[in-house]
């Protein structure tokens, strides 16, 4: 490879999908351009807070605060744990964002595999057909 | 779309995807089990895939690579721990140098695969799932500090 490091990361990226990055970016660039939301990220480093507790905070709907939430965990810059009776709001943005990220850029080459296999299948037989050990 | 469903687990880093084949099992299997078949499907049309060794057999091995548009090459390999003709393949997925040495840099997964008859069809489910979320954030780190950049850059380049 050309460069270790970096440039062996997005080689990564570009063999194993080729394509992907943008939105992701474009993901986190929305989720992060709101106020209410980065404050969300501030507020649930260590992630004590439930959504209902969340919403006590800002002059806003329980609703309107649960769909900011929905937006940073779509972006990976949150996630919700369970405990008991409560779902408690974890913003851990880096781990969450790149596990998502090395599971999406998986999945991307998964379906276009799956696709190619597909393609092949199609394909018509050859008459000489023998079995391989 | 021969893709039945994903599923991503984001705890235990795992990728499930089901497809669905109108094919029987054991053309499925060829795809797997065939080099040359291999080639034409596992790497994307950019990186196509040459395949050099090729040995299904338990501790056996696959070492291939991928050629980018710049005549650049990549090299993987599988080391397979367990195979099952035409049903169950089961291998540690990870790149590499030209020797098969595996690299420090990229992140390896455990990938099983399975071949079902169902109705006339064939379903595979494959389970892959990487190694460690350290080596994977170290990886993913530099990919997308890179992202940001080139993203932050292109806004730049807007607002100029």
């Known amino acids: ?133 | 779309m021969s893709v039945t469903s994903v599923d991503k687990d984001l705890d235990t880093l795992t990728l499930t995807l089901v497809a669905h084949f109108d094919a029987p099992a054991e053309r499925v299997w060829d795809l797997w089990a065939d080099p040359r078949k291999l080639e034409r499907w596992w790497g994307p049309p950019t990186y196509p895939a040459t395949v050099e060794k090729h040995e299904l057999v338990p501790g056996g091995g696959v070492t291939y690579f991928m050629t980018g548009p710049e005549g650049d090459r990549h090299f993987g390999w599988w080391r397979i721990t367990a195979v099952n003709p035409p049903r169950s393949l089961e291998f540690r997925d990870g790149f590499g140098d030209e020797d098969g040495n595996p690299s420090t840099e990229l992140p390896v997964s455990t990938v099983r695969m399975q071949l079902v008859d169902e109705d006339g069809r064939t379903r595979m489910e494959l389970r892959s799932v990487f190694d460690s979320r350290e080596q994977l954030e170290q990886v993913l780190a530099m990919g997308m500090q890179e992202g940001l950049t080139l993203a932050v850059g292109q806004m730049d380049a807007l607002l100029a």
């Not at chain 1, 992060?32 to 800002?58: F, K, M």
């Not at chain 1, 806003?60 to 779902?87: D, I």
């Open chain 1, 1 to 133: 490879m050309g460069c270790p490091g970096a440039g062996s990361a997005i080689t990564y990226n570009r063999m194993v999908v080729d394509r992907g990055a943008d939105e992701i970016v474009d993901r986190l660039f929305h989720a992060l351009a709101d106020p209410t939301r980065r404050d969300i990220v501030r507020r649930c480093a260590d992630g004590e807070l439930s959504v209902s507790r969340l919403a006590q905070a800002y002059p806003m709907s329980f609703a309107a605060v649960q769909k900011h939430v929905a937006v940073l965990e779509r972006a990976g810059l949150v996630r919700k744990e369970r405990r008991g009776r409560e779902q408690l709001v974890r913003s851990d943005p880096y781990a969450i964002q790149r596990a998502r990220q090395a599971l999406d850029q998986l999945e991307t080459a998964w379906l276009g595999r799956v696709d190619r296999m597909s393609g092949l299948l199609a394909e018509p037989e050859p008459d000489t057909k023998g079995h391989r050990p």
